[in-house]
C-alpha cells in the first residue's frame, strides 16, 4: 500500500461471515496504519458490531434494526463512534466518504446502501450477489456513472476476474463456474426431500453465512452466481457453464477461443478473493493456508444434475427470459429459504415455490428501473408467501 494517507473505507454487513474476514484482512495489510475505517453496519450481533467499532475506531456504526438505536448507542458511549439505525442509517452509512465499501449485507436488504454507495463513485467490492441478480444492467450502470469500479468478492467470480484479462476480452468464449455440489452432491431426491436445515447449512469446504450455506445444498447460490456472472462479464447465457468440483480447489475458469483454459486455484478461504479486491490490481500478502500439490493427490469434475437440482434451470430461464426475471427469482428464492428454515417448508419445495412464482411472473412490466425491480421484488414475495401457505 504505497498512499501517503490511509485508506477509507466502509464495510456494510461487518458483523457477517464476509465482514469478519474483511476486517481480519484489513489487519493482516496493517490495519490503523494502513487504513481508515469510516464506517461498520450489522444486524443482530451488537456486541460485535460495537466491539468491531472500538477496535478498528470506526466513525460511524449502524445497526439496520431501528429498535435497537438505543442498545447500540450505549454499548458506544465514551467511544468516538457515532450511532444511526434502520434504513436511513444504513443509506448515511454507505453515504460517508469512503472510496472503497465491502458490501456484504446479505439478501436484497443490501441493495438500496449499494447503490447508494455506487451512485457516490465508491469503488464496490460485491460480496452481495442478490444486488446483480435482481439490479443486474441497473446496477453495473449505477457503478458506471458513479465513476467507481466493481471488484467481485464471490469466490467463483474473483477467480474469472482474475482470470480475464482485458486484452483478451475479445477472445473471451465461455466462463465455466465450479460447484462443490455442497452437503448433498450424492443424495437422491428421495433422500433429498426430508433433509434438516441443520444438515443443508453444513458445507462440505467452505464456513459461511446460513442463507448462501443453505443455497449451496440446493444450488441457489450458482443459480445466483450464474446471473451474477452475466451481468458483471456480459457473457450470453449459453458462454455460460456449471461443473461440479467437491475439493473447491478450483475457483472458477474462463475459457478462451484458442481451446486455453485459465483457472485459478486456492484453498478454500474467503481471504484471498476480499484481499485482491481490497488491493486490485495489485496482490496483497496475506497469511493464509498454501495449496499442497502432493497432498491434493486429485481434482474430480462432473457435470450438474439439474433434475435433482433444479435451481440451475431455474437460472437458465432466468437468463433466457431476461427483464425482471432475476429479481423475480432472488425474491421467491429468498422466501422460500426464509421458510425452510423456519420449518414451514421441506427442502424440496424451494425450489418448486420458484418456478411457481417465475411461471406466474413472466409478463410483467421491463426492468427500467429500480422502482420496477423494487415492484418485481414485493410481488415475487407477495406471491411466494401466498405458495408456501397452501403447502
Ligand atoms: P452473513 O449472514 O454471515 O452476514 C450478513 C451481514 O448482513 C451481517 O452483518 C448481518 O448483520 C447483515 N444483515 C442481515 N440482515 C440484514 C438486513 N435486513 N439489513 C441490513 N443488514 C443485514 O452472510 P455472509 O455469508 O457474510 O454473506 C454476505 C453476502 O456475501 C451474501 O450476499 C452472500 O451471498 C455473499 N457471499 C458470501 C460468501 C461467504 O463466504 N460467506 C461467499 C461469497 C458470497
Ligand atoms: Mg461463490
Known amino acids: 500500500i504505497d498512499n501517503a494517507r490511509p485508506r477509507r473505507l466502509t ?38 458490531l460495537a466491539e468491531q467499532a472500538r477496535r478498528t475506531g470506526a466513525k460511524l456504526a449502524v445497526t439496520a434494526d431501528e429498535s435497537q438505536y438505543r442498545t447500540l448507542k450505549d454499548l458506544l458511549s465514551g467511544s468516538d463512534t457515532d450511532v444511526a439505525a434502520g434504513p436511513s442509517g444504513l443509506e ?25 454507495a455506487a451512485a457516490r463513485g465508491a469503488d464496490i467490492a460485491l460480496a452481495n450477489k442478490e444486488c446483480l441478480v435482481s439490479a443486474g444492467p441497473l446496477f453495473v450502470d449505477a457503478v458506471k456513472k458513479g465513476g467507481g469500479r466493481l471488484i467481485p468478492v464471490d469466490s467463483e467470480h474473483s477467480a474469472i ?18 460447484a462443490s455440489g455442497g452437503p448433498f452432491r450424492t443424495h437422491t431426491r428421495e433422500q433429498m426431500a426430508n433433509v434438516t436445515v441443520q444438515a443443508a447449512r453444513t458445507h462440505p469446504n467452505w464456513s459461511m453465512g446460513l442463507k448462501i450455506s443453505v443455497g449451496s445444498a ?15 462479464f456480459d457473457v450470453r447465457p449459453d458462454q455460460i457453464e456449471v461443473v461440479v468440483h467437491p475439493q473447491s480447489i478450483i475457483h472458477s475458469m474462463v475459457g478462451y477461443t484458442d481451446g486455453s483454459v485459465i483457472a485459478q486455484l486456492g484453498v478454500p478461504d ?31 469434475f462432473g457435470a450438474p444434475d439439474e433434475t435433482r437440482f433444479p435451481a440451475l434451470r431455474l437460472a437458465r430461464t432466468a437468463l433466457v427470459r431476461g427483464g425482471l426475471q432475476g429479481a423475480i427469482l432472488n425474491a421467491a428464492e429468498e422466501t422460500a429459504f426464509n421458510a425452510f428454515v423456519e420449518n414451514k417448508i421441506r427442502f424440496l419445495d424451494m425450489a418448486e415455490v420458484v418456478e411457481t412464482v417465475m411461471d406466474a411472473m413472466v409478463e410483467g412490466v421491463p426492468a427500467d428501473t ?8 414485493r410481488e415475487a414475495r407477495r406471491k411466494a408467501t401466498e405458495v408456501i401457505a397452501k403447502r
Not at 448515511?92 to 447508494?116: F, Q
Not at 486484452?167 to 463456474?177: K, T
Request: hydrophobic share 50%.
Open 11 to 48: 464495510i456494510l454487513g461487518s458483523t457477517g461471515s464476509i465482514g469478519v474476514n474483511t476486517l481480519d484482512v484489513i489487519e493482516q495489510l496493517g490495519g490503523r496504519d494502513n487504513f481508515e475505517v469510516m464506517a461498520l453496519t450489522g444486524n443482530g450481533n451488537l456486541d460485535l
Open 92 to 116: 448515511e452509512a454507505a453515504a460517508v466518504d469512503a472510496g472503497w465499501v465491502m458490501a456484504a449485507i446479505v439478501g436484497t436488504a443490501g441493495l438500496a446502501p449499494t447503490l447508494k
Open 161 to 178: 476476474f482474475q482470470c480475464l484479462e482485458q486484452d483478451q476480452r475479445h477472445a473471451l468464449e465461455r466462463i465455466v463456474l465450479t
Open 218 to 232: 440446493s444450488m441457489f447460490n450458482k443459480a445466483l452466481e450464474m446471473i451474477e456472472a452475466k451481468h458483471l
Open 270 to 300: 474467503m481471504r484471498t478473493a476480499i484481499g485482491y479486491a481490497l488491493t486490485y490490481p495489485k496482490r496483497p500478502a496475506l497469511n493464509v493456508d498454501r495449496l499442497d500439490f502432493a497432498k491434493l493427490a486429485r481434482l474430480d
Open 370 to 377: 429500480i422502482a420496477d425491480v423494487y415492484a418485481a421484488d
